[in-house]
């Protein structure tokens, strides 16, 4: 009877399973069918997709869809992930139905109309992901009924209306919201009964939100980053909720209508209550309505504190001495207030510190020379106050300083030489003080000086020391107003990137150089009041780029052109200079000569012109009889490479390099250009190569020239970040080099793959591959025996190995400079950049502009490539796409919208983001940072003006900094590449 019941027992669970599993698999297929027919419906509301990211989306099984990704047991989908496809319509309600959707990602699309309600049904939800699209309307109240939703980013659209009071009373999951960058109104609806026990970040930055800060965050007690800045919250600074913060590591609340509260007359409680925030490193209370003093508390603030901005305030009193307990700023801001009193020689213990803003305030006293132990600082900004007495002498210590302004004070003395120590100096600002005694040499031959030198409005004499000259990159310098003396150097002509030149009201005596009104970007020129004479220089009139130009009171004579810029001047430019005439209205008429005169002299002037050209006839008819000598050829100015047979490279036969490549199989080619392919190969020692074959047939006596050309490069340079050469093999009908095979490509292939969309980069390898490629380059230019102009530099001819350290490779047309520092002089022909077709060199959208004006190749040109290909790699934007026409250029465009809108230039940068990161909102804004500095590296590379292009030297060091800037608080890890979307630890 037992074994009966056991029988029946066992007969009735192996139905029950196959019946639950039947409807199980029923349920998951009709599961299924609902997530394709969901899809497909999201899909037919997408109206342009210009990367086909949605181009396989057509297959049976939407598993395999871009951007898709299903339970693997269940095969429902899981997350929907479209970053940065620049996709375009609206989202379909229809997207609801995907019932076991946990993460939702169209962020960095052009997704419109509103965020549907619907969403609120997604009751599995996680992560949604919105941001940088052009959303409007409303957010949806039911996406706070979403039990499990703990990231939200609805960022960077144009959302209006109030903040649904279910996002923060009901969603108590939420660990991550930004809504920042959007017009939404109303108070933060943060009330005493919400509890939000997760929270960790709330940014609502730059929107319309009134009130106060509501003193339920305090319920949050592990917030790590509160971002409210530019938005017009009003009340008093609280000292009751931040001290409930342990865990707080940001606190933005500047550019609002916040108060010093009533109940005391500086922030001293504020600061106070910041000191249980161990973790603090930012705070910012800038452009808000605070009074009172700053509180001696604000050294109690936590001594890992890096930034402190307290500018545009109305803070009175002193500065407090123990702001030096904050020994790890880097930062200090206390611009803009009324702040009295002294500097405390204490700041000096603030080591780490690299910008001091002091300026507009009521400082009084001397300049500690204290100061000048802060050895890394990169700005100093004392101006606007009262201070006294000298420049101290140890300003020489500090050799990053970058910006030193000084103006309008009461400084006095002389103008330290030892300033000169300062090489990395780009602005000095000395104006308005009581400066005396000449201007220092060493002062005047930094040439480091890149934006502008101002020493106006002080008591400085002697003459313009011809070491001026050498601030070659300078756009301005403003001498104005002083006691100098002495002529106007001409070498001052040698500033060629001047935009700027003011010499007004000064004792400067002789003409107007020529050289100097010749300057090819001159726009502003004042010489007015000194004592000037002779007549303008014909270079002032036929200037193309002067814009104001002031000549006034000095005794300058002869006639004044109509023509010209002269057409566009009026006569308050030449007043107090009796000797001008002209027909400008409110000049004197020029007298004209008698034809009496005109009469005798011109017999005399035909006479002369008629004997200097026969003599001139005689001459050359005699050199063209003379026969060339061994010496004449002694002295030419070039080496032609045709002489230079042999190279030092061991040869591999044709029969090798056959076998490597099977054949030059068409399956083993990797790339082709201009003049022939390359092949994948093994050696027989199992070397992996690359071989490039140069086309002989279609190139003729040209390729022969590119492969000697490369050949002549590449056995001259060694470097780590340049393409190496492992052999070559020549004969009559074939030419090829045989190199290492980069295994991860071009970054061409890189960015660009044909197999689907750009793989992007981290922001680590992003910046690792522009230092590399940048050294790469500094070494031909500087560094190699013979410089290099590389003429075609371009992601195509950027290679990657297998760590993705990128080396430059294709020196097909290349320019060899005889010797370092011979600029125009070229081992091959000296002619402009103009290939075998006739076009120019390089690559359409890379090639400098004044390459097309016939311009010779220059180390300035590639400068103006790299600059080009640092805006592509962060604008996502190659130069040759379609908006580009009708004259406009890559770096034209991110110049129209640099710096008012940044982000419409890194939308599409080729980046993506670590998968781990210790603090992503903190990430990301370092991030922006950095591709700021990286849009203004790339628009100083791109500048018209060859002379105003960086050295590619200086243009490592700003990719190091900004590298090792990323590495010190980027808080980021790498290792993990599963794809993860949501790290718990966001």
Same mark, same amino acid.
């Given at each position: 009877?037992?074994?009966?019941?056991?029988?029946?027992?066992?007969?009735?669970?192996?139905?029950? /399973?196959?019946?639950?599993?039947?409807? +199980?698999?029923?349920?998951?297929?009709?599961?299924?069918?609902?997530?394709?027919?969901?899809?497909?419906? /999201?899909?037919?509301?997408?109206?342009?997709?210009?990367?086909?990211?949605?181009?396989?989306?057509?297959?049976?099984?939407?598993?395999?869809?871009?951007?898709?990704?299903?339970?693997?047991?269940?095969?429902?989908?899981?997350?929907?992930?479209?970053?940065?496809? $620049?996709?375009?319509?609206?989202?379909?309600?229809?997207?609801?139905?995907?019932?076991?959707?946990?993460?939702?990602?169209?962020?960095?699309?052009?997704?419109?109309?509103?965020?549907?309600?619907?969403?609120?049904?997604?009751?599995?939800?996680?992560?949604?992901?919105?941001?940088?699209?052009?959303?409007?309307?409303?957010?949806?109240?039911?996406?706070?009924?979403?039990?499990?939703?703990?990231?939200?980013?609805?960022?960077?659209?144009?959302?209006?209306?109030?903040?649904?009071?279910?996002?923060?009373?009901?969603?108590?999951?939420?660990?991550?919201?930004?809504?920042?960058?959007?017009?939404?109104?109303?108070?933060?609806?943060?009330?005493?009964?919400?509890?939000?026990?997760?929270?960790?970040?709330?940014?609502?930055?730059?929107?319309?939100?009134?009130?106060?800060?509501?003193?339920?965050?305090?319920?949050?007690?592990?917030?790590?980053?509160?971002?409210?800045?530019?938005?017009?919250?009003?009340?008093?600074?609280?000292?009751?909720?931040?001290?409930?913060?342990?865990?707080?590591?940001?606190?933005?609340?500047?550019?609002?209508?916040?108060?010093?509260?009533?109940?005391?007359?500086?922030?001293?409680?504020?600061?106070?209550?910041?000191?249980?925030?161990?973790?603090?490193?930012?705070?910012?209370?800038?452009?808000?309505?605070?009074?009172?003093?700053?509180?001696?508390?604000?050294?109690?603030?936590?001594?890992?504190?890096?930034?402190?901005?307290?500018?545009?305030?109305?803070?009175?009193?002193?500065?407090?001495?123990?702001?030096?307990?904050?020994?790890?700023?880097?930062?200090?801001?206390?611009?803009?207030?009324?702040?009295?009193?002294?500097?405390?020689?204490?700041?000096?213990?603030?080591?780490?510190?690299?910008?001091?803003?002091?300026?507009?305030?009521?400082?009084?006293?001397?300049?500690?020379?204290?100061?000048?132990?802060?050895?890394?600082?990169?700005?100093?900004?004392?101006?606007?106050?009262?201070?006294?007495?000298?420049?101290?002498?140890?300003?020489?210590?500090?050799?990053?300083?970058?910006?030193?302004?000084?103006?309008?004070?009461?400084?006095?003395?002389?103008?330290?030489?030892?300033?000169?120590?300062?090489?990395?100096?780009?602005?000095?600002?000395?104006?308005?003080?009581?400066?005396?005694?000449?201007?220092?040499?060493?002062?005047?031959?930094?040439?480091?000086?890149?934006?502008?030198?101002?020493?106006?409005?002080?008591?400085?004499?002697?003459?313009?020391?011809?070491?001026?000259?050498?601030?070659?990159?300078?756009?301005?310098?403003?001498?104005?107003?002083?006691?100098?003396?002495?002529?106007?150097?001409?070498?001052?002509?040698?500033?060629?990137?001047?935009?700027?030149?003011?010499?007004?009201?000064?004792?400067?005596?002789?003409?107007?150089?020529?050289?100097?009104?010749?300057?090819?970007?001159?726009?502003?020129?004042?010489?007015?009041?000194?004592?000037?004479?002779?007549?303008?220089?014909?270079?002032?009139?036929?200037?193309?780029?002067?814009?104001?130009?002031?000549?006034?009171?000095?005794?300058?004579?002869?006639?004044?052109?109509?023509?010209?810029?002269?057409?566009?001047?009026?006569?308050?430019?030449?007043?107090?200079?009796?000797?001008?005439?002209?027909?400008?209205?409110?000049?004197?008429?020029?007298?004209?000569?008698?034809?009496?005169?005109?009469?005798?002299?011109?017999?005399?002037?035909?006479?002369?012109?008629?004997?200097?050209?026969?003599?001139?006839?005689?001459?050359?008819?005699?050199?063209?009889?003379?026969?060339?000598?061994?010496?004449?050829?002694?002295?030419?100015?070039?080496? +032609?490479?045709?002489?230079?047979?042999?190279?030092?490279?061991?040869?591999?036969?044709?029969?090798?390099?056959?076998?490597?490549?099977?054949?030059?199989?068409?399956?083993?080619?990797?790339?082709?250009?201009?003049?022939?392919?390359?092949?994948?190969?093994?050696?027989? +020692?199992?070397?992996?190569?690359?071989?490039?074959?140069?086309?002989?047939?279609?190139?003729?006596?040209?390729? $022969?020239?590119?492969?000697?050309?490369?050949?002549?490069?590449?056995?001259?340079?060694?470097?780590?970040?340049?393409?190496?050469?492992?052999?070559?093999?020549?004969?009559?009908?074939?030419?090829?080099?045989?190199?290492?095979?980069?295994?991860?490509?071009?970054?061409?292939?890189?960015?660009?793959?044909?197999?689907?969309?750009?793989?992007?980069?981290?922001?680590?390898?992003?910046?690792?591959?522009?230092?590399?490629?940048?050294?790469?380059?500094?070494?031909? !230019?500087?560094?190699?025996?013979?410089?290099?102009?590389?003429?075609?530099?371009?992601?195509?001819?950027?290679?990657?190995?297998? +760590?993705?350290?990128?080396?430059?490779?294709?020196?097909?047309?290349?320019?060899?400079?005889?010797?370092?520092?011979?600029?125009?002089?070229?081992?091959?022909?000296?002619?402009?950049?103009?290939?075998?077709?006739?076009?120019?060199?390089?690559?359409?959208?890379?090639?400098?502009?004044?390459?097309?004006?016939?311009?010779?190749?220059?180390?300035?040109?590639?400068?103006?490539?790299?600059?080009?290909?640092?805006?592509?790699?962060?604008?996502?934007?190659?130069?040759?796409?379609?908006?580009?026409?009708?004259?406009?250029?890559?770096?034209?465009?991110?110049?129209?919208?640099?710096?008012?809108?940044?982000?419409?230039?890194?939308?599409?940068?080729?980046?993506?983001?670590?998968?781990?990161?210790?603090?992503?909102?903190?990430?990301?804004?370092?991030?922006? @940072?950095?591709?700021?500095?990286?849009?203004?590296?790339?628009?100083?590379?791109?500048?018209?003006?060859?002379?105003?292009?960086?050295?590619?030297?200086?243009?490592?060091?700003?990719?190091?900094?900004?590298?090792?800037?990323?590495?010190? !608080?980027?808080?980021?890890?790498?290792? @993990?590449?599963?794809?993860?979307?949501?790290?718990?630890?966001?």
């Amino acid at each position: 009877m037992t074994k009966m019941v056991n029988v029946l027992f066992s007969l009735f669970l192996f139905l029950f /399973f196959h019946f639950s599993h039947a409807v +199980d698999a029923e349920a998951e297929n009709n599961g299924t069918s609902t997530d394709h027919a969901a899809l497909l419906s /999201f899909r037919s509301s997408i109206t342009a997709d210009p990367n086909n990211a949605l181009g396989n989306w057509n297959s049976t099984n939407h598993c395999n869809w871009t951007g898709i990704m299903c339970h693997p047991l269940k095969h429902r989908v899981k997350q929907v992930i479209l970053t940065g496809q $620049s996709l375009e319509g609206n989202i379909n309600q229809a997207i609801s139905a995907l019932s076991f959707l946990a993460v939702l990602d169209l962020s960095s699309n052009f997704f419109s109309g509103s965020i549907p309600a619907e969403l609120g049904m997604l009751s599995r939800l996680q992560q949604l992901s919105l941001s940088d699209n052009l959303f409007t309307g409303p957010i949806p109240p039911e996406l706070g009924f979403l039990p499990k939703l703990s990231y939200v980013d609805m960022s960077g659209n144009m959302l209006s209306g109030f903040i649904p009071d279910t996002l923060f009373c009901n969603s108590t999951s939420l660990q991550y919201i930004d809504l920042s960058n959007n017009s939404l109104t109303g108070e933060i609806p943060y009330w005493t009964q919400c509890q939000l026990p997760n929270l960790r970040f709330l940014l609502l930055w730059s929107n319309y939100l009134r009130g106060p800060i509501p003193q339920s965050l305090s319920n949050s007690s592990i917030l790590q980053w509160i971002d409210l800045e530019s938005n017009y919250l009003t009340g008093g600074l609280p000292s009751n909720v931040f001290d409930k913060l342990p865990l707080l590591q940001s606190l933005y609340l500047s550019y609002n209508n916040l108060s010093t509260p009533d109940s005391h007359a500086n922030l001293g409680p504020f600061f106070a209550s910041l000191r249980n925030s161990t973790k603090l490193q930012e705070i910012e209370l800038a452009g808000n309505n605070l009074h009172g003093w700053v509180s001696p508390l604000i050294g109690q603030v936590s001594p890992s504190l890096r930034q402190l901005h307290l500018e545009d305030n109305q803070f009175s009193g002193p500065i407090p001495a123990t702001i030096s307990f904050l020994v790890n700023l880097t930062y200090l801001n206390l611009s803009n207030n009324h702040i009295n009193g002294s500097i405390p020689p204490d700041l000096c213990r603030l080591q780490k510190l690299e910008r001091l803003y002091l300026m507009n305030n009521e400082l009084t006293g001397e300049i500690p020379p204290a100061i000048g132990d802060i050895t890394h600082l990169g700005l100093v900004d004392f101006s606007g106050n009262n201070l006294s007495g000298t420049i101290p002498n140890t300003f020489a210590n500090l050799t990053q300083l970058r910006r030193l302004m000084l103006h309008h004070n009461q400084l006095s003395g002389v103008i330290p030489s030892s300033l000169g120590n300062c090489v990395n100096l780009e602005i000095l600002d000395l104006s308005y003080n009581k400066l005396a005694g000449s201007i220092p040499t060493e002062v005047a031959a930094l040439s480091s000086l890149k934006l502008y030198l101002n020493l106006s409005n002080n008591v400085l004499e002697g003459q313009i020391p011809l070491e001026l000259s050498k601030m070659e990159d300078v756009l301005a310098i403003d001498l104005s107003s002083n006691n100098l003396s002495g002529a106007i150097p001409p070498q001052l002509g040698s500033c060629v990137a001047l935009e700027n030149l003011n010499l007004s009201s000064n004792r400067f005596s002789g003409p107007l150089p020529g050289s100097v009104a010749a300057l090819p970007y001159l726009q502003v020129l004042d010489v007015s009041h000194n004592r000037l004479v002779g007549t303008l220089p014909p270079s002032l009139h036929a200037s193309a780029t002067i814009e104001q130009l002031n000549v006034s009171f000095n005794n300058f004579s002869g006639e004044v052109s109509s023509e010209g810029i002269f057409a566009n001047l009026r006569v308050d430019s030449f007043l107090g200079n009796s000797g001008l005439c002209g027909s400008i209205p409110g000049l004197p008429r020029c007298r004209t000569k008698s034809l009496l005169h005109r009469r005798t002299f011109l017999p005399v002037i035909a006479t002369l012109a008629g004997t200097t050209f026969v003599l001139l006839f005689i001459v050359l008819f005699i050199r063209s009889n003379r026969k060339p000598t061994i010496e004449s050829f002694k002295t030419k100015s070039f080496i +032609d490479i045709d002489e230079e047979k042999e190279y030092d490279y061991p040869r591999i036969t044709y029969r090798q390099l056959v076998e490597a490549t099977k054949g030059f199989s068409e399956s083993r080619l990797i790339g082709a250009g201009h003049f022939g392919q390359v092949y994948e190969g093994t050696l027989h +020692d199992k070397t992996r190569i690359a071989v490039k074959v140069l086309d002989t047939r279609n190139g003729g006596v040209e390729i $022969s020239g590119s492969f000697k050309r490369e050949c002549q490069v590449l056995k001259r340079t060694r470097h780590r970040n340049l393409i190496r050469v492992i052999t070559t093999c020549s004969r009559p009908d074939f030419k090829a080099l045989v190199l290492p095979l980069m295994p991860n490509g071009s970054l061409e292939t890189y960015l660009y793959p044909s197999d689907g969309p750009s793989r992007g980069l981290y922001l680590h390898e992003l910046l690792s591959i522009l230092i590399d490629v940048a050294e790469g380059m500094a070494y031909l !230019h500087h560094y190699s025996p013979v410089k290099v102009v590389h003429c075609d530099l371009k992601p195509s001819n950027v290679l990657l190995d297998d +760590d993705m350290r990128a080396v430059v490779s294709d020196f097909g047309i290349a320019k060899l400079v005889r010797e370092r520092g011979d600029e125009n002089s070229f081992l091959a022909e000296s002619a402009p950049c103009n290939s075998m077709t006739g076009l120019l060199q390089g690559s359409v959208g890379y090639i400098a502009p004044e390459y097309g004006l016939g311009g010779n190749p220059s180390i300035k040109g590639d400068v103006y490539s790299f600059g080009v290909l640092i805006l592509e790699l962060i604008s996502g934007k190659r130069p040759t796409d379609t908006m580009f026409h009708e004259g406009l250029t890559l770096p034209d465009w991110v110049k129209n919208q640099y710096p008012h809108d940044i982000d419409a230039i890194v939308s599409r940068a080729h980046l993506r983001d670590p998968p781990l990161l210790s603090n992503p909102i903190y990430y990301n804004k370092l991030k922006r @940072d950095i591709l700021v500095e990286l849009v203004e590296l790339g628009l100083v590379c791109t500048q018209i003006s060859p002379a105003m292009r960086p050295a590619m030297v200086d243009a490592v060091h700003e990719i190091t900094i900004l590298k090792e800037d990323l590495e010190k !608080h980027g808080g980021f890890e790498t290792s @993990d590449q599963s794809g993860s979307t949501l790290d718990s630890s966001f």
